[in-house]
T-cell receptor, first 114, second 114 residues
Framework: GAGVSQSPSNKVTEKGKDVELRCDPISGHTALYWYRQSLGQGLEFLIYFQGNSAPDKSGLPSDRFSAERTGGSVSTLTIQRTQQEDSAVYLC????????????FGSGTRLTVV | AQSVAQPEDQVNVAEGNPLTVKCTYS??????LFWYVQYPNRGLQFLLK??????LVKGSYGFEAEFNKSQTSFHLKKPSALVSDSALYFC????????????FGKGTMLLVSP
């Protein structure tokens, strides 16, 4: 596609429920990244996929968070047993290999846990 | 570990005046530096980058940034601010290794008054 597409744009969920956030990267971009943006906290790195390599999961805050990327394209970020502190904007980005030239970001998914 | 500091949470400037948004960084080896802008309810948009070459980098919307290796800084500048420049600005850094990801600062809100 022309840009990075994220869905849903907004998600309200009850504490304890599981949620799935979707990211559709730019066609041909081999690298995909998930970041979390919380008020006053800037952008927090979550996970990085590069081609067929094992993903860099070093930023995932707990084992309730997981992500997969199917067929080297679409990615899903799953948060299990959501907590109120998970409320944030989840941003996905993609880039050409290694991202030296920078990333292209999607518009994000605003997650609210009530 | 790499890091970025944006010492100002907010910068206020009058329209037509020059603006500076500060950024300092820490990284092993040569830095790859970026500025992104975020408008309300939108993802991050790329403004400019420094990888190598001239220390003064020109980017979108009349913005420029100056790389200063001795001061490890990459301040964003614009000679004449517009009200429409009001937004949240993020500085980011990565090293040159193949498996590095961008580390972002906490962001600086720029408010340009008429």
């Amino acid at each position: 596609g022309a840009g990075v597409s994220q869905s849903p744009s907004n998600k309200v969920t009850e504490k304890g429920k599981d949620v799935e956030l979707r990211c559709d990267p730019i066609s041909g971009h081999t690298a995909l990244y998930w970041y979390r943006q919380s008020l006053g906290q800037g952008l927090e790195f979550l996970i990085y996929f590069q081609g067929n390599s094992a993903p860099d999961k070093s930023g995932l805050p707990s084992d309730r968070f997981s992500a997969e990327r199917t067929g080297g394209s679409v990615s899903t970020l799953t948060i299990q047993r959501t907590q109120q502190e998970d409320s944030a904007v989840y941003l996905c980005a993609s880039s050409l290999e290694q991202g030296v030239g920078g990333y292209t970001f999607g518009s994000g998914t605003r997650l609210t846990v009530v | 570990a790499q890091s970025v500091a944006q010492p100002e949470d907010q910068v206020n400037v009058a329209e037509g005046n020059p603006l500076t948004v500060k950024c300092t960084y820490s990284v092993s080896g040569n830095p790859y530096l970026f500025w992104y802008v975020q408008y309300p309810n939108r993802g991050l948009q790329f403004l400019l980058k420094y990888i190598t070459g001239d220390n003064l980098v020109k980017g979108s919307y009349g913005f420029e940034a100056e790389f200063n290796k001795s001061q490890t800084s990459f301040h964003l500048k614009k000679p004449s601010a517009l009200v429409s420049d009001s937004a949240l600005y993020f500085c980011a850094v990565r090293d040159g290794s193949g498996y590095s990801t961008l580390t972002f600062g906490k962001g600086t809100m720029l408010l340009v008054s008429p």
